[in-house]
């Protein structure tokens, strides 16, 4: 260890004739030591800055501007091994003590102090005595910079020296592989990242701003909160800027104006005390206010930013601390501290450099002119509890409740192994480590499975990756009325194996520095409402974005959805698109005006039929009535209710029965209707050609048996038809969705369109026939005038269903049944007035005109007919 240690900074001299090495040189450290069977190291910030010329083994170090925060620290260390001496239960025969070195903020002064610590500060070390026994210190408590804790634990760890940080954060010392012997009792910023993330996201502060420090302590931070940003899905960053070391006023004031243009009213900053110093000047000089700050655990308690004149800017920060504690005792073990005035002189008496501070006097020999110019001298008997000093206040320790922790963790550690039995050991054989024969590794085997509870009721103990349970405070900086300052505790955040992380605020104790007095809004874009998806803008991050509106058919039912999800096939989207509603379902219905007109208009006719079949039977023996056979008139007019009744089949929601029903009742009852006209007009023809010489013979095949049994047969084949249409491819209802897609029309399909033109072509053909025959029949005698009515009442019929195709397959959804309802009552009505009408005005208003002298005329006997003139009627 030695020999590798002097070929990083060459300490050594080796002689080829003495068998010993010998130290070239001292690295003249400022520190404190305790002389102890056992000695624990310390790194501590007592100063700040130092200036060294040069890299030699002889420079002096000169620290400026005494830490009074940092010599707090190293006492508590002081205080906790001499706590640890006078308990008897706690490595009992073992005293502890202690080499404390100040590391002036420096890397170079800190990592000396290391391997001072060590490699021991002995002139000589004989090469022919084994390299066994004690240790010169048994572990070291610090650094308290993540910078040198990366450098010094990178250097110890190759001989895993065990090393307990109490204030480096950076994540990457998590790494077991590279720091093998690395412990902290503060949590690493893996998890500070992670609370800062849960307070974004329990304000819903979306846009927000990161600064870090140029140092692995901020750069680190600044890699794991993008990540877990990411991950977490809370939010984005504004802009990410790293904040210089020293002076750089040009950089700085860009940060700056960075920080006033951006939309994002919340700034995260990673960073030091000197860091946020500098910054804030120039957060000052130009005006930024309106921000909320949050603050990493490095300057959430700092004191000397918790100033008047900064309170307008960072009054209201929320700010992730260190786990308070309590050390009781330990205010009286720092009312004893008084100078040794035989070390006066000497610069390592940091008694000597804090009484100086803390009382702004100077022991003698004063530096030249300190008297002059009014300096008093210091007497080594002021009292401390007379003056006030932060040094004395013990009611918000953090830092040096680790210092606590990480020494009692050693202790711990080491006690466990000197209680070890022999031959039950965690070693080769079963062996236990002995102080005499002691290896570092040893230590930290019992490190790692340390577990105790400290007088405050924390436990202690260290996972896989040697970091310690994680828990934060969450400060708050309340600016009072007065002017003054106070740092409060809102919450905490911790993570526990059983409910994993858990943030608890209490926030009616937060101080927000805002007129409104409540959390600002901090987003790029506001928060889309239901209804609307988020689409991101392009060029801009994630959390940039428009609202869209949902497109039909499609809704979002929470806030900043994504993507809009489609509502199932019977529903369709609300008007404002963030449920589904149950679609309009649509069909010609008995309710609606369109089907209340038609279902009138269909009753109306069957009752017009009804009452023209009355009249008719009524007026029976009438020579109208009985004009070219009544009976088919009495069946015609049964077709026709039939057919105006069938027409309200397709009135209502389709069913099975219906949809199986309405075409083979439309198309039978026109079938029927048809048959009716065509034997009439046959009738008519015949009756007339009977009437010239020779034709007489034509009458015996149109009876009224041969009358009823052709309009049997001719419906007989529709029904055929339709029986087979039925077998096939019968209608069936169906929901269909192409017409609307917010509606669901139900309509019948027609199973067949094969069946269904059939059906439609069969009626047309007859119906042409008869317009035909009718046509023919137009010019007989004016006073028999059936031709006629026969021929304008196909004329009407042939013209309805000839526009009713086109228009049936143009019409959408209930429309579609609508034309064909119109279609059919059009027809009816047509064949009923076309037929019946001037037969019930003559019966009912031209009764004169109902006589068999005015329907028929005289003519020759017909050939091959007895008894007189042949009688048209019946």
Not at 217 to 230: K, N, P
Request: glycine share 6%; proline share 5%.
């Amino acid at each position: 260890m030695f020999l590798l240690l002097s070929s990083y900074f060459s300490p050594f001299v080796f002689s080829t004739v003495s068998s010993s090495c010998h130290l070239q040189g001292q690295f003249h450290l400022n520190g404190m030591h305790k002389t102890g069977d056992v000695i624990l190291g310390g790194l501590f910030e007592v100063h700040f800055f130092s200036v060294f010329p040069d890299l030699s083994f002889t420079v002096q170090y000169f620290c400026a501007r005494f830490d009074v925060l940092g010599f707090r620290q190293a006492q508590t260390m002081a205080f906790a091994i001499d706590e640890i001496n006078r308990n008897n239960e706690l490595l009992p025969n073992v005293a502890l003590g202690y080499s404390l070195y100040d590391n002036c903020v420096e890397l170079g002064v800190g990592f000396r102090a290391a391997l001072s610590l060590v490699s021991g500060q002995e002139k000589q070390f004989v090469l022919d005595d084994t390299c066994v026994g004690i240790p010169p210190v048994l572990g070291i408590v610090g650094d308290s910079s993540s910078t040198r804790s990366i450098a010094i634990s990178s250097v110890v760890g190759l001989y895993r020296v065990p090393m307990v940080s109490y204030f480096a954060t950076c994540s990457c010392l998590s790494d077991q592989e590279k720091f093998p012997s690395f412990f902290r009792t503060i949590p690493s910023d893996a998890f500070q990242v992670s609370a800062m993330i849960q307070i974004l996201k329990h304000f819903s502060w979306a846009w927000a701003g990161l600064l870090v420090s140029d140092d692995d302590y901020g750069l680190h931070a600044a890699r794991s909160f993008q990540v877990d940003l990411a991950q977490s899905g809370v939010g984005c960053l504004a802009y990410l800027e790293v904040l210089p070391w020293g002076e750089n006023p040009s950089e700085l004031k860009r940060i700056v104006n960075v920080m006033r243009k951006s939309t994002a009213h919340v700034v995260i900053a990673f960073a030091h005390e000197s860091n946020m110093i500098d910054l804030m000047e120039e957060v000052m000089r130009q005006n930024v206010t309106g921000l909320q700050w949050m603050a990493s655990e490095a300057w959430a308690s700092a004191t000397v930013l918790q100033t008047p004149r900064l309170m307008p800017y960072l009054g209201g920060t929320l700010g992730i601390a260190i786990r308070r504690g309590e050390i009781p005792g330990l205010k009286e073990f720092l009312l004893q501290i008084q100078p040794n005035q035989d070390l006066f002189n000497s610069y390592e008496n940091n008694m000597v450099r804090f009484w100086e501070h803390t009382f702004q006097c100077k022991f003698a020999p004063p530096p030249v002119g300190w008297v002059e110019a009014g300096g008093t001298l210091c007497t080594g008997r002021e009292d401390l509890e007379k003056v006030e000093t932060e040094f004395l206040d013990i009611t918000n320790l953090r830092p040096e409740y680790n210092v606590y922790k990480a020494v009692y963790a050693l202790a711990y550690a080491l006690d466990d192994m000197l209680r070890c039995e022999p031959g039950k050991g965690p070693f080769r054989g079963n062996s236990c480590a002995s102080l005499q024969r002691l290896e570092p590794w040893q230590l930290v085997h019992y490190l790692q499975k340390v577990n105790f509870t400290t007088s405050f009721g924390d436990q202690v103990s260290f996972d896989e990756n040697g970091d310690a349970l994680p828990i934060y405070d969450i400060m708050n900086w309340l600016w009072l009325p007065d002017g003054r300052t106070e740092v409060q505790t809102v919450g905490e955040v911790k993570k526990s194996a059983f409910k994993g992380e858990e943030l608890l605020l209490d926030e009616d104790k937060i101080f927000w520095n805002f007129e409104s007095t409540k959390p600002p809004r901090s987003v790029c874009s506001d928060s889309c409402p239901p209804g609307t998806r988020m689409a991101r803008k392009k060029g801009q991050p994630e959390c940039c974005f428009d609202c869209i509106l949902c497109s039909d058919g499609k809704i979002s039912n929470k806030s900043d959805s994504i993507e809009c999800t489609s509502c199932p096939e019977d529903f369709w989207s609300s008007p404002q698109r963030d449920h589904c509603v149950p679609k309009k379902t649509e069909f010609l219905s008995y309710h609606e005006p369109l089907g209340i007109c038609l279902t009138t208009a269909s009753l109306l006719g069957a009752i017009i039929c009804a009452a023209v079949l009355g009249i008719f039977i009524h007026h029976r023996k009438t020579p109208i009535v009985r004009a070219n056979n009544s009976e088919l008139s009495f069946h015609l007019l049964v077709s026709l209710k039939l057919c105006f009744l069938c027409s309200l089949l397709f009135i209502g929601r389709p069913r099975l029965w219906t949809c199986q029903l309405r075409h083979a009742a439309f198309g039978i009852s026109f079938v029927l209707c048809v048959s009716c006209i065509l034997v009439k007009t046959v009738v008519v023809l015949a009756v007339f050609k009977a009437s010239k010489p020779g034709g007489g013979a034509s009458l015996k095949w149109f009876g009224p048996l041969q009358q009823r049994g052709t309009v049997l047969a001719l419906t007989s084949v529709q029904a055929a038809i339709c029986t087979a249409w039925l077998v096939s491819a019968s209608p069936a209802p169906h929901k269909n969705t192409e017409y609307h897609n917010d509606k669901i029309v139900y309509e019948c399909v027609v199973g067949s369109t094969v069946g269904f033109a059939v059906l439609l072509g069969y009626i047309g053909f007859l119906a042409i026939l008869s317009f035909l025959l009718a046509f023919m029949a137009r010019n007989l005698p004016d006073n028999f005038n059936e031709a006629k009515l026969i021929t304008f009442s196909m004329l009407i019929f042939c013209a309805v269903w000839v526009a009713f195709v086109p228009a049936y397959v143009s019409s959408p959804g209930k429309y579609t049944d609508a034309v064909e309802v119109f279609a059919i009552l059009a027809s009816s009505f047509g064949l009923l007035v076309a037929l019946f009408g001037p037969k019930c005005y003559i019966i009912l208003l031209k009764p004169e005109r109902n006589t068999k002298k005015h329907h028929t005329r005289c003519s020759p006997r017909s050939p091959g007919v007895t008894g007189g003139p042949y009688d048209p009627l019946d």
